[in-house]
């Protein structure tokens, strides 16, 4: 039986994950393990996908790009290893992004989290579970974004760090955390696979003025997103609109 892409996606991003958490077992670290594994990653994930969907593009972050992919309805958007520096410390908060998007829409994901030993995609969503009481808000674990303590403070959210942009899209699908405001910007790959589990998932996802979030642009440059309980969205849009930077 043929696989569908949801199968595909999870399969190459389990697979994937495997590769990388073998590499880091050889006993390599920081930056130099950080290149080998995006390196296997995206060699094994590229192969995978041009022999699966020989008439799909793919964009990736380890691979040189191409504007043909803009005469493509159907564009494979992946992240080989999402959270290089925490992969090569020997943390948990990394992940690998296999996503589609089909006419701009984030359709298809799966955002494999090796370090725990699980991978969430659209096609199986999680339940979501209760709100967390504070609500706990995701942020940079480096670099808070001051528009997201600005809302956090204003709604008595606790402020929780955490590396990459996978894991903490995926925080909130697992019921870890309510909130993730980006502001800091990202690019298609960083966030494509995470919003497309989220929304399968139940959960809201725009940008932070409200709008859709896009995908296959000539300009692969995301400058923000929400991603948020439902019940949220309304309250956190309105605060980031309200935030002005200190002058």
Same mark, same amino acid.
């Not at 949801?6 to 590499?23: C, F, K, P, V, Y």
């Not at 390196?39 to 699966?52: D, H, I, T, W």
């Not at 410390?89 to 989290?113: K, P």
């Not at 674990?141 to 008595?156: N, Q």
């Given at each position: 039986?043929?696989?569908?892409?949801?199968?595909?996606?999870?399969?190459? &991003?389990?697979?994937?994950?495997?590769?990388?958490?073998?590499?880091?077992?050889?006993?390599?670290?920081?930056?130099?393990?950080?290149?080998? +594994?995006?390196?296997?990653? %995206?060699?094994?994930?590229?192969? #995978?996908?041009?022999?699966?969907?020989?008439?799909?593009? @793919?964009?990736?972050?380890?691979?040189?790009?191409?504007?043909?992919?803009?005469?493509?309805?159907?564009?494979?958007? @992946?992240?080989?290893?999402?959270?290089?520096?925490?992969?090569? #410390?020997?943390?948990?908060?990394?992940?690998?992004?296999?996503?589609?998007?089909?006419?701009?829409?984030?359709?298809?994901?799966?955002?494999?989290?090796?370090?725990?030993?699980?991978?969430?995609?659209?096609?199986?969503?999680?339940?979501?579970?209760?709100? %967390?009481?504070?609500?706990?808000?995701?942020?940079?674990?480096?670099?808070?974004?001051?528009?997201?303590?600005?809302?956090?403070?204003? @709604?008595?959210?606790?402020?929780?760090?955490?590396?990459?942009?996978?894991?903490?899209?995926?925080? /909130?699908?697992?019921?870890?955390?309510? @909130?993730?405001?980006?502001? +800091?910007?990202?690019?298609?790959?960083?966030?494509?696979?995470? /919003?497309?589990?989220?929304?399968?998932?139940?959960?809201? /996802?725009?940008? /932070?003025?409200?709008?859709?979030?896009?995908? %296959? %642009?000539?300009?692969?440059?995301?400058?923000?997103?929400?991603?948020?309980? &439902? +019940?949220?969205?309304? #309250?956190?849009?309105?605060?980031?609109?309200?935030?002005?930077?200190?002058?």
């Amino acid at each position: 039986m043929t696989e569908t892409d949801d199968q595909l996606a999870e399969r190459l &991003a389990t697979t994937a994950g495997a590769i990388l958490l073998a590499l880091r077992a050889e006993g390599l670290d920081g930056k130099a393990l950080g290149q080998a +594994g995006d390196e296997a990653a %995206n060699a094994m994930l590229c192969r #995978e996908l041009r022999a699966g969907r020989p008439d799909d593009a @793919i964009l990736s972050e380890e691979e040189k790009d191409s504007a043909a992919r803009l005469a493509h309805r159907r564009v494979w958007i @992946i992240d080989p290893l999402d959270g290089t520096r925490e992969y090569g #410390e020997g943390r948990d908060d990394w992940a690998v992004h296999v996503a589609l998007a089909v006419d701009g829409v984030a359709t298809v994901g799966a955002v494999a989290l090796p370090g725990l030993g699980i991978t969430l995609t659209s096609g199986a969503p999680v339940p979501l579970r209760p709100a %967390n009481s504070p609500l706990r808000m995701l942020v940079s674990r480096t670099r808070p974004a001051a528009e997201a303590v600005f809302v956090a403070e204003r @709604i008595g959210a606790e402020l929780v760090g955490m590396g990459s942009a996978g894991a903490k899209a995926m925080a /909130v699908v697992r019921g870890e955390a309510d @909130i993730y405001l980006h502001t +800091g910007g990202q690019y298609e790959w960083d966030n494509c696979a995470p /919003v497309a589990v989220a929304q399968a998932a139940g959960l809201h /996802v725009s940008r /932070v003025d409200g709008a859709p979030i896009r995908y %296959n %642009n000539a300009d692969t440059y995301l400058p923000d997103l929400l991603i948020c309980r &439902a +019940g949220l969205a309304d #309250e956190v849009l309105r605060l980031a609109a309200e935030y002005r930077p200190a002058s």
